[in-house]
């Protein structure tokens, strides 16, 4: 089956899915079991070699997963995990920013806030010198 890519009416959306400006990396990621509890309307699924495949139209993420191990690693309680987005998650996608080597972070922290700005969280969050 072929991929049908739809253009979404939504604002023009940064495509960096990966940060390296410090010691740490910073990676978006997306979690594919969550994409399917909410029924996202952009999921495929096709048969291949006797297995049901299922993959996101928009190509958030990349890889087309096995449903059947989709669905066995939602029951466990670490669940399936998540996959890297290759390109910027949408409002509706369960998404998050995964960090590695994070104990090579800059004393003054991170130098790249926004890269943590997801588009369904608030952009900054203020926290008084008194809290
Ligand atoms: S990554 Fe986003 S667009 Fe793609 S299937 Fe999941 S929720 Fe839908
Ligand atoms: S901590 Fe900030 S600057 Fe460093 S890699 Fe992550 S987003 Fe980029």
Known sequence: MGRIRQSLPV???SSE???RR???VCQKVVHPSRCLEQQCPFLYAYDAF?????GCTQEIFAADIDLEVLERARRRRNGFGSVRAV???LPIC???VERAYENRE????CINPEFHELPDR???RVIRGDD
């Open 11 to 13: 604002a023009p959306r």
């Open 17 to 19: 899915v990966e940060c």
């Open 22 to 24: 410090c010691g740490v």
């Open 50 to 54: 006797g297995r049901t495949y299922v």
């Open 87 to 89: 390109r910027e998650p």
């Open 94 to 96: 369960p998404a998050d």
């Open 106 to 109: 800059d004393p003054m922290g």
């Open 122 to 124: 608030p952009s900054f």
